[in-house]
């Protein structure tokens, strides 16, 4: 007979017992958590006084300045999770890839992936290896938020996404030249995506065991496929890329930009938590997933331009919106823009919490 | 009792009986007729060639230039329709706007609409004012097609799109400023979309008038908004839009591009085609949409950059999908873009053709 000290302590773990992580486990929650892309970002003078000394790389390397920027929004905002700060770009770079950020113009690849020797030569390097500065930025920001109840969202883009900037070499409207290479490449493509779901999905395991409570897949492209292509070209690796950050044991999120003629999809890659964005309902995008599976957003980031009541009405509806969902997470459609006026964010997060005693009862 | 001399005679019409028209009215055709958004254009070197010695609008305006670079495609393939070649932004021009083309860089409005003061200010004149030289294009063009049994298109600008150049000032990723004014001037909005909806209508209608045999709104930024915003914000103003030209008693084709979420309201604005892109299958807007609407689209432009294999073995699925619907018109979700070459075009439009046997059959 075992003595009652060896039994596994039943402790009040106030971080899994969070509404994000008890959201993603389609558990019931006192109020809808609420988080924002980009949630550390331009909008926030304590960001913008960073970047005016930092490149984005720049902050992003040092743990203890990607530890700060993480927190800054945390501070100022009553959100109910974190995410780490760091770019979906940095793991080309271990790859090979010759990446910089132009101030005004967005990500540049110098040397742009064209032709299958140059898919050959791209490395898979373990995440340790070549992402050692985003693992230790996640074990000191969740050594600070821990004690706060406060759960850390680690991230990676998804293979396609990954794809289009290290095809078209930067921003690309309408992803022509990695479309060309995925339609008329096939083994070219193949060993494209797989190493890059090898590399994403480690990544996204190495970021659960540093401690990361939760991991997001932002598939920012894949909006620009047709489902057919996204079926044959894209959704295999997706699905390769969760399956392999499953082994870290934390709700995996996937959220594509424009995807709503996707989800179906999407949804049989795995992922715990579906983020959509405002071009469709949440009411049909669960109609269309058909599975019990959480959704995350997808407020459109335009209307924090908007005033004050506009926010506050738009918010509450998406909050009783999804309140008829197997699980809601209430965040934006996509990255909070730079333009965006304090006031309106506080309204916003304020609004979410206003609901809670309407929720409660 | 009449003589037979004056009894109305049965003439046969073979533009009235051209399979784009047949499958716009939902009757049987024996090919799914086909047309290219942007089939005049940067693609074709006669019309680089033009365009080397003209400007944008320098060709538009000229009813003889215009009629010359709408038939460059209709000389070159074997195409079920041609369209005008025009642009959807000249309308702001006659109501106050100062619009110009930038080389490289796309169009320019100097004097965007910010305040309620500049919308109260915007003009409503009369498409026999504002606009003659298309339809006078119009006019010369049907002249020059009728002989050949090949149908025009005429078209405008949604309001909403137009709202969007108008208030951006350009081509902007977000439509943000555009979002602000929509959401918090709910008077001034009003007021902007009315005057939009009045000059797009009365244009289509005039275009008809002239001699247009079916006509497609353009509302290529819609797809940026919500359900909810489109519907309370927009669909009013479209419907309008398309009341208003329905007195030209010829079909009308809704295109919207990455819509798919706001399918089922698009199709209550009374569009007798609804234009789909690649974003969502034929068979999944049919069924978003309910009503036996034809569909047109929805190859992805980036196919015809890549091998004629692909090409000819893409065009077929879309082709096959589209027989299961209440009509098909082939095209593509998108202006076809300029780098595309002339043979992957040609195999697009023969694949088409070649499919007549298996549905006459």
Not at 334 to 356: C, F, M
């Amino acid at each position: 007979m075992e003595s009652v000290g060896t039994l596994p302590q039943v402790r009040h773990d106030p971080v899994s017992d969070s509404r994000f992580l008890r959201a993603c486990r389609r558990e019931s929650v006192d109020a809808t958590p609420i988080w924002l892309m980009r949630q550390a970002g331009r909008y926030m003078p304590e960001y913008r006084a960073l970047r005016e000394r930092y490149g984005i790389l720049d902050l992003i390397k040092p743990p203890e300045l990607a530890c700060e920027v993480t927190l800054q929004p945390i501070n100022a905002f009553d959100l109910d999770a974190a995410i780490i700060f760091a770019d979906i770009l940095p793991p080309l770079e271990g790859m090979g890839l010759s990446l910089e950020f132009v101030r005004g113009e967005g990500p540049l690849i110098h040397n742009p992936v064209r032709t299958t020797a140059d898919i050959e030569q791209l490395r898979t390097p373990s995440p340790e290896e070549a992402l050692p500065f985003t693992l230790e930025a996640i074990r000191l920001t969740r050594a600070e938020l821990e004690p706060r109840g406060i759960p850390l969202i680690g991230f990676s883009g998804a293979p396609f996404t990954l794809a289009c900037y290290a095809v078209e070499g930067g921003a690309s409207r309408h992803q022509a030249t990695v479309k060309r290479l995925m339609m008329s490449e096939p083994a070219g493509w193949d060993m494209l995506m797989t190493k890059l779901s090898t590399v994403a999905g480690n990544y996204l395991l190495a970021q659960a065991r540093a401690g990361a409570h939760a991991l997001q897949l932002f598939d920012s492209w894949c909006g620009e496929l047709s489902p057919a292509d996204y079926a044959n070209y894209v959704l295999p690796y997706t699905r390769r890329t969760i399956e392999i950050a499953k082994a870290g044991g934390v709700p995996i999120i996937l959220f594509g930009v424009g995807a709503g003629g996707l989800l179906e999809r999407m949804a049989t890659a795995g992922p715990d938590v579906i983020g959509v964005d405002w071009r469709i309902t949440l009411e049909d995008a669960a109609s269309i997933i058909g599975a019990p599976t959480p959704l995350q957003g997808n407020l459109d980031p335009a209307v924090l331009l908007s005033d004050l009541a506009s926010v506050r009405r738009r918010s509450e509806q998406i909050i009783a919106e999804g309140r008829s969902l197997p699980g809601h997470i209430f965040n934006l459609g996509h990255g909070i823009y730079p333009e965006t006026p304090l006031e309106n964010v506080e309204a916003l997060v304020q609004t979410d919490k206003e609901a809670r005693p309407v929720l409660a009862s």
